[in-house]
């Protein structure tokens, strides 16, 4: 994998996630299909494929350029401003 501008920028080490879950999910009564960790401030959001999109809206309403996957076993990280796995 290939480090986009954003990375270098990104705290080290990487912040603990702030909620177990997607909390906004959690407040809507939905189910997250799959967890991603922003490596910027620890939110943790639902991926696109979840009917809610929150790892995306956090992105849009933050800024907040590269997560990283929060399912157990996996590992890649994904520039939204990029739009690449980094």
């Known amino acids: 994998m ?3 501008p954003h990375v270098p920028e990104l ?3 990487e912040p603990a996630a702030l909620h177990p879950t997607c909390p ?8 997250p ?3 991603r960790l922003c490596l910027e401030c620890g939110h943790v959001g ?5 009917p809610f999109r929150h790892a995306t809206g956090h992105f849009e309403e ?6 990283r996957s929060y399912e157990p076993g ?3 990280r994904w520039c939204y ?4 796995i980094v």
């Open 2 to 4: 290939s480090e986009c």
């Open 11 to 13: 705290p080290r080490p």
């Open 24 to 31: 906004e999910c959690e407040a809507a009564g939905s189910h």
């Open 33 to 35: 299909v799959q967890l």
């Open 46 to 50: 639902c991926c696109d494929s979840s």
């Open 62 to 67: 933050s800024g907040h350029a590269v997560m």
């Open 74 to 76: 996996q590992s890649w």
């Open 81 to 84: 401003v990029d739009r690449r």
